[in-house]
């Protein structure tokens, strides 16, 4: 690899700043926008993220989030490289509609490549949205190949869920041995892999929490969820399903309906997860649920580079912020 090179006029990678959101935010709506218009849907305007959301996505990525300034010093492009133990994934990335079709996408997804890889993960994958052939080519023609859809599905919960929502900010030690048990469970499951950074930063920027669920031999789930607004300017309406780890069957409808005591808890009556589909069980149950299917992506992995699913129970990972 390591053959990428910024077109001429552009330079970096550059780690960017808080201050940066702003410009960040600007081109993501712009290029996303530009990719519905392209794709002949000219009437969605996508809106900005809500910059506490970039702000967790930024530390989340730390050396992983890089920009590319034009002549100008203004970001032209950006690839928010994620690494969670041996799991790494890049989202969201984007490249400012004028600077298209340049080269540049090439060397913002093979920089992260090269950091994702350099730092030793064996899972590089990414989401896009699978009714775009331009997209799945232009990945293709970079390594990666699709494999699974994760099927983002959705419930307006009739009423407020009844149960302790087991959260781990409730820990009266701040959660450090549930912290532990599920950094257990979860290398139990898929070894390699590890939530905690996630889970501490959630906590840290107050954006949501972990519920967890607790069994007889130790701890038989945990769920991190957001509940603060994924848009900007918006009111708090959806707790979003990040991670989740269930050890098996009835581990996760039991994870399901912490997720649901805790929304109520919140004062939120919809709730969402990002089911991934190596895992078809999840789907039938979360439907049979009342959940209904929202939205699609599909999930791409690079070769040498796969996604292994948990050989029991369940693992769910959010390749999105």
Not at 206 to 231: K, R, Y
Not at 294 to 321: H, I
Request: charged share 25%; aromatic share 8%; with cysteine.
């Amino acid at each position: 690899m390591r053959a990428w090179r910024p077109e001429p006029g552009v330079s970096g990678p550059a780690r960017p700043a808080d201050k940066d959101i702003g410009a960040l935010n600007a081109l993501f709506a712009e290029a996303f926008t530009d990719r519905y218009r392209r794709d002949g849907l000219a009437g969605v305007r996508v809106p900005p993220l809500n910059p506490a959301i970039w702000r967790y996505a930024l530390l989340d990525a730390g050396d992983g989030a890089m920009v590319w300034r034009d002549e100008r010093g203004a970001i032209a492009a950006f690839n928010v490289a994620h690494r969670s133990g041996t799991e790494g994934w890049m989202g969201p990335l984007a490249v400012r509609p004028d600077r298209q079709h340049s080269g540049l996408g090439k060397t913002i997804v093979r920089a992260a490549m090269d950091r994702l890889i350099d730092a030793g993960v064996t899972t590089l994958g990414l989401e896009t949205m699978p009714r775009t052939a331009e997209n799945i080519g232009f990945y293709a023609g970079l390594g990666f190949a699709p494999g699974y859809l994760t099927i983002t599905l959705s419930r307006d919960l009739p009423h407020r869920a009844l149960g302790s929502p087991g959260r781990l900010s409730e820990r009266p030690d701040g959660g450090r041995d549930a912290l532990a048990a599920a950094r257990e469970l979860l290398g139990g499951l898929a070894p390699g892999i590890d939530y905690t950074h996630e889970i501490l930063l959630t906590a840290e920027l107050g954006l949501g929490d972990t519920s967890v669920v607790e069994g007889d031999a130790g701890l038989d789930a945990f769920v991190l969820w957001h509940s603060a607004p994924l848009g900007d300017s918006r009111v708090r309406d959806e707790v979003r399903v990040l991670k989740l780890a269930a050890r098996s069957q009835d581990a996760f409808d039991a994870a399901v309906s912490a997720v649901e005591a805790a929304a109520g808890q919140e004062g939120i009556a919809h709730v969402s997860f990002r089911c991934q589909t190596a895992y078809d069980w999840t789907f039938r149950r979360l439907m049979a649920r009342g959940y209904r299917v929202r939205w699609t992506d599909l999930r791409m992995t690079c070769q040498g580079y796969p996604e292994r699913a948990a050989t029991t129970g369940v693992v769910f990972s959010n390749w999105e912020v």
